[in-house]
């Protein structure tokens, strides 16, 4: 299989897994590994773009929906830490929630972007050093 191809559907699992559709990239990226481990640059690279694009869309459909006050303590909670929590997008269940919930308080666009992005490149960073580790 092309290595482009490879990328590709990494790319796809990646960007659904980021929003409230199914998708695994996890176990993508480390199956992606797995078989070319040579690919790890890019696979990194890949995976940490799209699954950061999926949350800037989740981020968009947020700032989309009316503003509405949220449950007083997820309030409280963005109010307290700002575009910071979005550090956590990565973290499964409520990591997908989290973008929504910024834009929906309409949070700033640009610091939103630059957490999310770097907490998703720590996870997948994370996740390949993993995978490599037990291959060797």
Do not use: H
Request: charge should be positive.
């Amino acid at each position: 299989m092309s290595d482009w191809l490879l990328l590709t559907g990494l790319a796809a699992s990646a960007f659904l897994s980021a929003t409230l559709l199914p998708g695994n990239s996890e176990l993508a990226l480390s199956a992606l590994l797995v078989k070319q481990p040579q690919l790890l640059w890019s696979a990194l690279l890949v995976a940490t773009l799209a699954n950061t694009l999926g949350s800037i869309t989740s981020l968009w459909l947020g700032y989309c929906v009316p503003p509405k006050p949220l449950p007083e303590r997820a309030e409280r909670w963005f109010k307290r830490f700002g575009p910071a929590a979005l550090w956590l997008s990565w973290a499964p269940f409520v990591g997908d929630a989290l973008p929504v919930g910024a834009g929906w308080l309409r949070l700033p666009f640009w610091p939103c972007v630059a957490w999310i992005l770097f907490g998703k490149a720590f996870r997948y960073a994370l996740l390949a050093w993993t995978t490599l580790a037990f291959i060797r």
